[in-house]
């Protein structure tokens, strides 16, 4: 069972992505995706996966990824 709710994970994720300074600004487009995931493993997963995508369009297709295995 997660410790965290899904805006908790979300601003982890969001966090994690802006304060490394990774990727710049991040397309709107992944922002919206980001907030549409309502499933608190998907996001506890990206917080794990991040620091393994090298750009923006990366980070989009593990998004995906895990939207498809999870759906």
């Known amino acids: 069972m997660s410790l965290l709710s899904g805006g908790t994970s979300r601003i982890s994720l969001f966090n994690l992505i ?3 300074k990774r990727f710049g600004n991040l397309p ?3 922002v919206e ?3 549409q995931i309502d499933d608190i493993a998907v996001l506890e ?3 794990v996966e991040i620091i393994s995508v ?3 369009e ?3 297709r593990l998004i ?3 939207l498809s295995d999870n759906g």
Do not use: A, H, V, Y
Request: proline residues 5%; aromatic residues 4%; glycine residues 0%.
């Open 54 to 56: 090298n750009s923006p």
């Open 45 to 47: 997963n990206l917080i």
């Open 18 to 20: 802006t304060t490394q």
């Open 28 to 30: 709107e487009s992944l």
């Open 64 to 66: 995906d990824s895990q």
């Open 58 to 60: 990366d980070f989009q």
């Open 33 to 35: 995706n980001i907030n």
